[in-house]
């Protein structure tokens, strides 16, 4: 293997050790949501005046779950291998900082693609989904799990403790996840909340990734492509440069 393959190997096989936390817990989580949200929702609520609930909630579900575990594998592996020590045996090693890039976000994608494949396994079974656009709906789950990846990695380098790495994710990734349109859509908000709607990056995403179930969306969704693309663009300069010059690593 080349360093970045073995390093990747190496991060999948972290997850994947521990796959009933991983991966079989976030699909448990994402049925209760929708066990109690469908069951409470379902017969008072359409969605674009066509959808059922639980259809709306079925995409949403998956996707929020692809972007919160996406985050929380380069996240976690990074703070632990900060705190337990093991992380000098990595500084040792001739890999590069592109190298420990494509190694840690490409993981995230894996576990992010493999938990939303999960949920919607699980999920699907209570609705019937369309696929009216099937590339769209790869393509916005591959780029949101690669930007959530990138997030974390960069909030993985950052925090120096467990409590610093929680903060970062209860009160900016969990929030902006809730609030971008998972359990209901933004049409059904006031003029003003729309507006604020449409500043959160994760929106984009999970809209998106809706339209290509249903053909329906609150913003084309080639808008959403160009604010996701952008976002990505953006956080991976700042993940690489990050460590290119070792932040928080090598000092």
């Not at 521990?18 to 066990?35: D, K």
């Not at 609930?53 to 594998?73: C, D, E, K, R």
């Not at 769209?136 to 950052?158: E, S, V």
């Not at 290509?212 to 969704?221: C, L």
């Amino acid at each position: 293997m080349m360093g970045w393959q073995a390093l990747f190997y190496k991060e999948v096989l972290r997850f994947w050790k521990v796959a009933f936390q991983t991966v079989a817990a976030p699909v448990m989580t994402a049925v209760l949501y929708l066990l109690i949200f469908g069951h409470v929702l379902e017969g008072s609520v359409k969605v674009y005046n066509q959808l059922s609930y639980t259809a709306f909630l079925v995409p949403g579900l998956v996707m929020m779950s692809v972007l919160q575990n996406a985050f929380a594998n380069s996240s976690s592996s990074l703070i632990q291998s900060k705190i337990m020590g093991n992380m000098v045996f990595l500084l040792l090693t001739p890999l590069s900082h592109w190298s420990w890039f494509f190694a840690y976000v490409g993981s995230s994608i894996v576990r992010g693609l493999v938990v939303g494949a999960g949920v919607f396994l699980v999920t699907a079974w209570f609705s019937h989904l369309s696929f009216v656009a099937p590339l769209w709906i790869l393509l916005f789950a591959f780029l949101g799990a690669a930007l959530m990846g990138t997030l974390g990695l960069i909030a993985g380098l950052w925090a120096e403790k467990f409590d610093q790495l929680a903060a970062f994710q209860n009160f900016f990734i969990m929030p902006l996840t809730f609030l971008s349109g998972v359990f209901y859509s933004i049409q059904s908000l006031g003029p003003f909340w729309q507006s604020v709607s449409h500043f959160n990056p994760f929106f984009y995403m999970i809209d998106g990734f809706r339209y290509g179930f249903f053909g329906v969306s609150d913003v084309a969704p080639e808008l959403s492509l160009a604010v996701v693309g952008v976002f990505l663009a953006v956080v991976s300069a700042i993940g690489v440069n990050l460590l290119r010059i070792g932040y928080k690593i090598r000092s």
